[in-house]
């Protein structure tokens, strides 16, 4: 294990009704509000207006910035700075998913910075201030609503890129306001935090036997709930459950000491970044490609994967077979959830490939469990084509 330094200011209220807290969350931190959320859902079921009348009562200025992308531009993030700017804002308030808390921390980073707020995505600034920030958790995935990440596109350059930002100072998460997400959505949220567990417990880092557990145990959870949570999406306690495994599966808990490997990410990123695709969609058709590509560099993490997370019997197999009946777990997992499995499925063949991958590797080599260059990933997305 590595030497680690962690440490993680987000206050997490969980359950039914801890929105009634939001007054006086609110008031900690100020009353100019910056209420920011996607395509309006939070309106089809009464989230909104529950969230306005909690406000007004708290004697709230309300602005709005509405209409956060799947995959937020940098467009909509440098919109709602100038609002914040423009109204001394002091609280921004994300209800939403990954997406809206990503657009949110970007605003609120931006709103202290006299630069242009792609700096920090572009790594040319770091984020040194930022205005607070609540969230009201409507999707399961990300993780985002107890960590510092985010995540922008900038469209009119075609790139995607993620920034170390600003924490949520609280985030409420409430699973019965899951209830309503659709299907898909569902799906692509539990290929979502899967993944982000995959990336933190393939490592060749030793002595980690408390986080290597730790991972098994995530994921295990996940694919025992998911199957209930898409069968019954009002079963509370599996939404609770899946619902705080995303906020685990990110919160930087699972994995301090330990060297991680983001590299599928940073594929997907660039795939996305061209094709605006679901961000778990291209995890899906992504990861088990990485897997079969790298897993020699540690057949035997592979084959501890095969065995403890999906069950695999040992019993006669080979090294490669056994590490490759975990590969093809997961890939049969995926299918069953309804996640996609080629590039195909999104109507991506094969002209940008070569651009995508410059753009996974514009920083350098990616990846910790195997440094890729532009070739791997080129190979990695002929494989997914």
């Not at 920011?36 to 709230?60: H, M």
């Not at 709602?80 to 997406?99: H, P, R, Y």
């Not at 709103?111 to 999707?139: C, E, H, R």
């Not at 996640?339 to 094969?350: F, M």
């Amino acid at each position: 294990m590595i030497n680690f330094q962690i440490q993680n200011p987000t206050e997490i209220l969980f359950g039914k009704d801890q929105i009634t807290q939001l007054p006086t969350k609110v008031k900690e931190y100020g009353t100019k509000i910056l209420l920011v959320y996607g395509g309006g859902s939070i309106k089809g079921f009464g989230l909104y207006d529950k969230v306005i009348e909690l406000l007004q009562a708290a004697d709230c200025e309300i602005h709005e910035l509405a209409g956060v992308e799947p995959n937020p531009r940098l467009s909509t993030v440098q919109k709602g700075v100038q609002i914040c700017k423009d109204n001394q804002v002091e609280l921004i308030l994300a209800v939403g998913g990954g997406s809206v808390i990503d657009a949110a921390k970007a605003v609120a980073v931006g709103a202290t910075y006299d630069g242009d707020v792609w700096d920090f995505y572009d790594k040319t600034a770091v984020a040194q201030s930022a205005l607070p920030l609540g969230v009201i958790l409507t999707l399961a995935a990300t993780g985002s609503e107890m960590n510092r990440g985010s995540v922008v596109t900038n469209w009119e350059l075609k790139e995607k890129r993620g920034a170390g930002t600003t924490f949520p100072s609280f985030s409420i998460l409430d699973p019965t306001y899951t209830y309503s997400v659709p299907k898909d959505q569902t799906m692509y949220g539990i290929v979502d935090m899967m993944s982000h567990v995959f990336e933190q417990y393939f490592s060749h880092t030793e002595h980690i036997q408390v986080q290597t557990r730790s991972c098994e145990g995530l994921l295990k959870t996940i694919v025992e709930y998911a199957p209930k949570v898409l069968a019954d999406p009002e079963d509370y306690d599996a939404r609770a459950t899946i619902m705080y495994a995303g906020t685990v599966a990110l919160n930087g808990q699972l994995t301090p000491g330990v060297e991680t490997d983001w590299a599928s990410h940073a594929i997907e990123h660039a795939v996305s970044a061209i094709y605006d695709i679901p961000h778990a969609g291209g995890l899906a058709i992504l990861f088990p490609n990485w897997m079969k590509y790298v897993y020699k560099e540690n057949t035997d993490r592979f084959k501890r994967f095969a065995v403890e997370v999906w069950n695999v019997d040992p019993a006669g197999k080979t090294d490669d077979e056994l590490a490759l009946a975990g590969i093809e777990a997961t890939r049969t997992f995926f299918d069953q959830i309804g996640a996609p499995s080629r590039l195909a499925d999104y109507d991506i063949k094969n002209e940008h490939l070569d651009q995508m991958a410059s753009h996974a590797t514009r920083f350098g080599t990616i990846g910790g469990f195997k440094k890729l260059e532009k070739e791997d990933v080129l190979q990695i997305l002929e494989m997914s084509l």
